[in-house]
């Protein structure tokens, strides 16, 4: 079965810094990836989804992450991080029915 | 924009209820989901059903789940006699299809057994 692994359970950074947080999967053909965003007593958002073609895939929020096959990897980016990014992040990848969910990051930011 | 609806969007009952958790899924979306998330913990798969039948099952969607679309509009999660362990955040999903379809995510409902 799939499987995804975020090796950073809390991030700090400065309001205006650029940020990466780290998804690994575990899927042994082609995987559909996504990055959910969930802030505090919010439902899950969507943040972008990665299915085909161009490895890097841009969301919304100024949010992009990018598709390593070679890494097992889908990092999510931003170049430059909001207050109103502070949230806890969840990389997911699914295969038919069964979305599987990273334990997500924590990501908070300071002033 | 269309959006999941749940209600409650808190419930609190004793250990051995029977609780029922509603869902509006996106009025053309086919595929229909249950997530669970424990305080501090991951989102889990629950359920995913299609066609007024359920189409896969995690482990933790023992028998004392049930899930059901009676209508036209709502889905539903039953509990049967909840325990203390079942505390946790439930969310629905719908999706128009599988695989490439997005699935998008419900409020949730935050379950608290006492």
């Known amino acids: 079965a799939q499987s995804v692994t975020q090796p950073d359970i809390h991030i700090t950074v400065s309001e205006g810094a650029s940020l990466e947080l780290r998804c690994n999967y575990s899927?042994?053909?082609?995987?559909?990836l996504f990055w959910y965003v969930q802030s505090p007593g919010q439902g899950l958002q969507l943040l972008l989804k990665y299915f085909s073609g161009d490895t890097l895939v841009q969301g919304i929020k100024g949010f992009e992450a990018e598709f390593k096959r070679s890494q097992s990897s889908f990092n999510l980016r931003k170049p430059s991080v909001h207050w109103s990014d502070a949230a806890e992040y969840f990389c997911a990848v699914a295969a038919g029915n069964d979305m599987r969910f990273g334990a997500g990051t924590r990501l908070t930011v300071k002033p | 924009e269309p959006e999941v609806t749940q209600t409650p969007s808190h419930q609190v009952t004793q250990m051995g209820q029977e609780v029922i958790l509603r869902c509006v899924p996106i009025s053309n979306h086919l595929y229909f989901y249950w997530y669970r998330q424990i305080l501090g913990q991951k989102v889990e798969f629950l359920v995913s059903f299609y066609n007024n039948e359920i189409s896969e099952k995690s482990e933790i969607f023992d028998d004392q789940f049930s899930v059901e679309r009676p209508d036209g509009s709502n889905f539903t999660l039953k509990i049967r006699s909840t325990k203390l362990e079942d505390s946790a955040m439930y969310f629905c999903?719908?999706?128009?299809?599988?695989?490439?379809?997005?699935?998008?995510f419900g409020p949730g409902t935050r379950l608290t057994v006492l």
């Open positions: 999903a719908s999706s128009e299809g599988l695989d490439t379809d997005t699935q998008y």
């Open positions: 899927y042994g053909a082609t995987p559909y």
